[in-house]
Nanobody, 120 residues
Framework: QVQVVESGGGLVQPGGSLRLSCAASGVIFSIGTMAWYRQAPGKERELVAGITNGDSTNYADSVKGRFTISRDYAKKTMYLQMNSLKPEDTAVYYC??????????????WGQGTQVTVSS
C-alpha cells in the first residue's frame, strides 16, 4: 500500500524558517508530479508549490522568493524550504503525489497534513 507522510511542521516566529518533508513509501514504480498544498482555517485548500519529475517548479505568487520546493528521487522524498515566514502562512500543509504503482496504474495520493503556525 502506498503512503505519503509529511513531517517538519511546527510553531515558528515571523521571519523564521521551517523545512517540510514528504516521504512516499510502499510499492512504487515511479513518481510523477509532487506538490504542496495548504489550507488555513475557513479557507479553501490552495496550491503552494509543485515539482515535476523533470524538476520543473511552480509557486503560488504569495510564496515566490520565500519558499523553495525540491525532491530527492532516490529517497522518494519532497521538501519545502520555507523562509521569511509570515503569519498568513499559518495553515495545515499537505503533500500530494502522482504515483504509478505499476505500469498503467496511476493514483493521486495525499498525506495527512502537518500544521505550520507562524506567530510571535
Amino acid at each position: 500500500q502506498v503512503q505519503v507522510v509529511e513531517s517538519g511542521g511546527g510553531l515558528v516566529q515571523p521571519g523564521g524558517s521551517l523545512r517540510l518533508s514528504c516521504a512516499a513509501s510502499g510499492v512504487i514504480f515511479s513518481i510523477g508530479t509532487m506538490a504542496w498544498y495548504r489550507q488555513a482555517p475557513g479557507k479553501e485548500r490552495e496550491l503552494v508549490a509543485g515539482i515535476t519529475n523533470g524538476d520543473s517548479t511552480n509557486y503560488a505568487d504569495s510564496v515566490k522568493g520565500r519558499f523553495t520546493i525540491s525532491r530527492d528521487y532516490a529517497k522518494k522524498t519532497m521538501y519545502l524550504q520555507m523562509n521569511s515566514l509570515k503569519p498568513e502562512d499559518t495553515a495545515v500543509y499537505y503533500c500530494n503525489a502522482e504515483i504509478m504503482v505499476r505500469i498503467g496504474v496511476r493514483g493521486n495520493y495525499w498525506g495527512q497534513g502537518t500544521q505550520v503556525t507562524v506567530s510571535s
